[in-house]
């Protein structure tokens, strides 16, 4: 299993498209009132394909002896996975998508600069 991180350190895809709901604006007006409270690492949409792409997850790990678990959650239920090999493949997903991701002065750089160009087209 992968070394544990902090609580507060995910990955996340950055989408911000022009089209939309109001979106320049939206967006634009979204990135001065953030409260960075936690790490956020962003995955570029340079850096392509991952293999997270088909959803979101978490993955919850304990104190021995208990077991880690996999959570997915849809609009109208959750998932939660004890099962060793599962885990396995969703830690082995999560690291991959961890090492394409910013670090967190990159990703917030990129946040910022994609407020600001929404902020331009609004």
Known sequence: MAPPIDTDTGSADLVAHPFGVDGH????????????????????????????????????????????IVSISTGVESLYVEDGAYVDRHTLIFDGVHNLALDPKGSLDLIEATAAEHDKRA
């Open 25 to 68: 604006r939206v967006l634009g007006q979204a990135g001065p009132r953030v409260v960075v409270k936690v790490t956020v690492l962003v995955v570029p949409f340079e850096a392509g394909a991952h293999m997270a792409m088909d959803g979101a997850f978490s993955l919850l790990e304990f104190p021995s002896p208990e077991p880690a």
